[in-house]
Structures are given as structure tokens and as C-alpha cells.
């Protein structure tokens, strides 16, 4: 078992450089079975644990899976012959649903175990279902949690989601790519990953236009070749980097990034009273006093994004006044304030809605990564309070981000990765 042990109070400075989109690759690998053909994808943040559970199940199914080098990989896609993927492939991580558009569209059927994942409340498919139910699908669960979806042939159909929904519109683009005919998605989600996966299919030779609006339309198309394309740097990543600057009022310049795509928490930066400087492909952010009290609701791209909502519950406890933040899209993220009240947090959570009361200073202390984004709070957290604290369940944190550790030292960050035999009980902590 290994754990974080953070001696914090340091400002971080110096340049730190983001990784490829962890939320990109997750779409674009499972897209590059629907080619039968070589795929090269650079700038891929190979060592996170999602990514190779992801090129694990690929090499479940026949593919090849080839390391260039530390961030770029070749998947030959020709022996891919299975439409099948059990649960000890899926139970890592939530993306793993992605499979089922991507091989029904490779061989019309798709046999896919119900994913796994960090859980921030109920994440149905209903969506999923909807959009392959119209391309001609026939899509049952059975008492397994298996998924099976299978057609005779998959024709465009228009489609319209319910809810704004990443993993939906991602779904329907992979089939709908095969399809025959034009397929017009509604209300589909306009993140900067789903703007990529676009662009990836269409490296591919697939016809897919109006990505990054609430209306995508893909023309199917007979076959899709190989490519080679480098996915676009990560928007979350970067936000958590902008965020551990300010919180620790230090001085950090975070390069390869779209500062474009940062809009939404630049802005927010900016509210709080850090400085944010923009350039080609890079920002720079310095805090040198207490940040001020700002609201955050959280919501589909171009809003705020749901994934940086915990990051951001780290600056405004520590900000002047109070702040309120409003989650609109999982109802279960609020769960890490419990990790922030242990070290000196004061947040009352009601429901959907988190009221931030500032405090001096944070202290130390063991906690541990209940998701993802909330090990990326901590782990902030630990680097602006007084004093040590150690993180366990870091898996995580892994999931998601980079070499964690050494980006952080490179800033000035007092951060280890230690294994410790026994682990110790959070609850018994006073």
C-alpha cells in the first residue's frame, strides 16, 4: 500500500508541463478498434492507471498495443476479434463503457461488462441506450450487469439526449462513425475531449462536424483508416496546477495548455484575486495574498466544470468571507469536504450546495483520496497547510494524474510516495 506524506506551507514556484487530456485519451483509444488499421496517439499520459487499464483491455480483444516512448503509443487494430469484455476488464474505471460504441460499431454486437469508476452518485446509461436503440440496436442487461447490443446493420438516426451527457454523446459518435447514413446528435455535450475525439475520427477518415456545439453530425462511413494524431493537453490537470498556485500564493507558469479551454477557472482565478497571465500555450498564475470569497456552480462545458469544484473548495477555504458552491451534475462529489474539516476546513454541506467559511490557515493531518478530484484537493491542501499530512488511497490520484509527485517537487513541493505496511484508520483520528 503506498501513501503521500506532505510537509506543506511552502509557495510553489517554477514551470511545470501538463500532460496530454486524461478525458481524450480515455475516448480516443477505444476509437482506434473501429479502423482496421495502425493508430499512432502522442502527447497520451501513458503512466496513469486508466490509460493502461484501457490499453490492457485493448490487447484483451487482439489488438497490439506498441510504447514508442513515455507518451506515445501504436495500436494495430487489424487482429482485433473479440466483442466481448468482462468485468475484471471494466471495474477499474467508469470509461471503460466506451467499448460498446466503439465495437458495435467495428462488428455490429458488443458484449461489455458495466464499468467501475470513482462513484459520485447514480451515472446511468439510459442515454446510451437511446442513442444506440436508434441507430437500429437491439440492447439488453442482463442479471450480470453485461450489456449486449447488437444489430444487423446500424443506420443514422437523429438523437436527442435528455440530459447534457459526456459518455453518451462520446457512445454515439464511436457507432454512429460505422453507421450507414447521417446521424444528428441533440443536446450533446461540447467539452473540449468530445472537440478532440471529433477531430481524431476524422483523422481517421470518419465525417463528423459540429463538435464543440449542442448539435454533432456524423455521416457514417464504410471504412476508417489509420493516423497519427496527438491528443490535446488536459484542461483538469492544468486547472488543478492553476489552483495549487494560488493556494499556496506562489508563482507557477503551467505550460502546454489551450488557455482557451481555461476560460471557466481563469475567470474564477481571476474573482478570487489571483493573477492570471495568458500566453500562446501556457498560463501564469501568482497569488501573493488571501484569496477572496467567490460562488461556483458547476456545470456543462463552457461552465465551470464539476471536475474542479473540489480544487476550488481548497482556495475558498482559505479565502475571506464566505463562499458557496453549487453541484449540479453528480450528487455525491461533496464527499472530500469530510477530509478538509480534518484539517481545519469549516464547510457545511446541504445537500447539492457547500457553504465555504474561510479560515486562517489549514493544519496537516491524515486523510485520504475519496475520488479522483478530491485526492487532487488533498493533496492541495496538503501543500498550503501548516505541518505534514499523509494521503491514503492515493490509487486515485493515480488514475487521473501524471507523475503527481515529481511535478509537485519540481515546484518546491516537500512531497513524498511512500509504502507503509499497516494502513491507518482515518476514523479513529480525533
Known amino acids: 500500500m503506498e501513501k503521500f506524506v506532505i510537509n506543506g506551507g511552502t509557495p510553489l514556484t517554477g514551470e511545470v508541463t501538463i500532460s496530454g487530456a486524461k478525458n481524450a485519451a480515455l475516448a480516443i483509444i477505444p476509437a482506434a478498434i473501429l479502423s482496421r488499421d495502425v493508430c499512432r496517439i502522442e502527447n497520451l499520459p501513458v503512466s496513469i492507471s486508466d490509460v493502461s487499464f484501457m490499453m490492457k483491455t485493448l490487447r484483451h480483444i487482439g489488438a497490439g498495443v506498441k510504447l514508442i516512448d513515455k507518451n506515445t503509443i501504436e495500436i494495430d487494430s487489424r487482429h482485433v476479434n473479440s466483442y466481448v469484455i468482462s468485468h475484471d476488464m471494466t471495474k ?39 442513442g444506440f436503440e436508434a441507430l437500429g440496436a437491439n440492447v439488453t442487461i442482463d442479471d450480470s450487469a453485461i450489456v449486449d447490443t ?38 450533446a455535450a461540447k467539452e473540449p475531449h468530445i472537440v478532440d475525439l471529433a477531430n481524431f475520427l476524422n483523422s481517421m477518415g470518419a465525417d463528423v462536424r459540429g463538435a464543440g456545439t449542442d448539435v454533432i453530425k456524423i ?5 476508417l483508416h489509420g493516423c497519427t494524431y496527438s491528443i490535446i493537453p488536459d484542461q483538469i490537470e492544468a486547472g488543478t496546477f492553476m489552483v495549487a498556485a494560488a493556494a ?34 501556457a498560463v501564469r498564475v ?3 495574498s488571501r484569496p477572496k470569497k467567490c460562488n461556483i456552480k458547476t456545470m456543462p462545458h ?17 479565502a475571506e468571507g464566505t463562499s458557496i458552491i453549487s ?34 490557515h489549514l493544519k496537516g493531518a491524515p486523510v485520504k483520496a475519496d475520488d479522483l478530484r478530491a485526492g487532487a484537493a488533498v493533496v492541495i491542501a496538503g501543500l498550503a497547510a501548516s505541518g505534514r499530512t499523509e494521503i491514503e488511497d492515493i490509487l486515485h490520484i493515480d488514475r487521473g ?22 494502513p491507518f484508520n482515518i476514523g479513529d483520528v480525533g
Open 219 to 223: 455521416r457514417g462511413v464504410e471504412n
Open 302 to 318: 463552457p461552465g465551470f466544470p464539476t471536475d474542479m469544484h473540489p480544487q476550488f473548495a481548497v482556495l475558498l477555504s482559505l
Open 401 to 422: 494524474y501524471e507523475n503527481v509527485v515529481e511535478k509537485f517537487g519540481n515546484l518546491g513541493a516537500d512531497i513524498r510516495r511512500v509504502y507503509c505496511v499497516e
Open 248 to 281: 499556496t500564493r506562489g508563482d507557477v507558469l503551467i505550460k502546454n495548455v489551450i488557455p482557451k479551454h481555461m476560460d471557466s477557472i481563469t475567470t474564477k482565478l481571476i474573482e478570487c484575486g489571483a493573477t492570471v497571465e495568458e500566453f500562446d500555450e
Open 150 to 187: 447488437s444489430a444487423n446493420k446500424l443506420t443514422g438516426s437523429p438523437v436527442y439526449l435528455d440530459v447534457v451527457s459526456v459518455g453518451a454523446t462520446v457512445n454515439i459518435m464511436l457507432a454512429a462513425s460505422r453507421a450507414e447514413g447521417l446521424t444528428v446528435i441533440e443536446n
Open 286 to 288: 501568482t497569488m501573493d
Open 92 to 130: 477499474h474505471l467508469r470509461a471503460s463503457y466506451y467499448f460498446i460504441g466503439a465495437l458495435l460499431g467495428r462488428f455490429g454486437r458488443a458484449r461489455v461488462a458495466m464499468p467501475g469508476g470513482c462513484y459520485l452518485g447514480p451515472r446511468p446509461i439510459d442515454q446510451h441506450i437511446k
Open 327 to 360: 453541484e449540479s451534475i453528480w450528487s455525491n462529489r461533496f464527499r472530500y469536504t469530510e477530509q478538509l474539516a480534518r484539517m481545519g476546513a469549516d464547510i457545511n454541506v446541504d445537500g447539492q450546495l457547500a457553504m465555504i467559511h474561510g479560515v486562517d
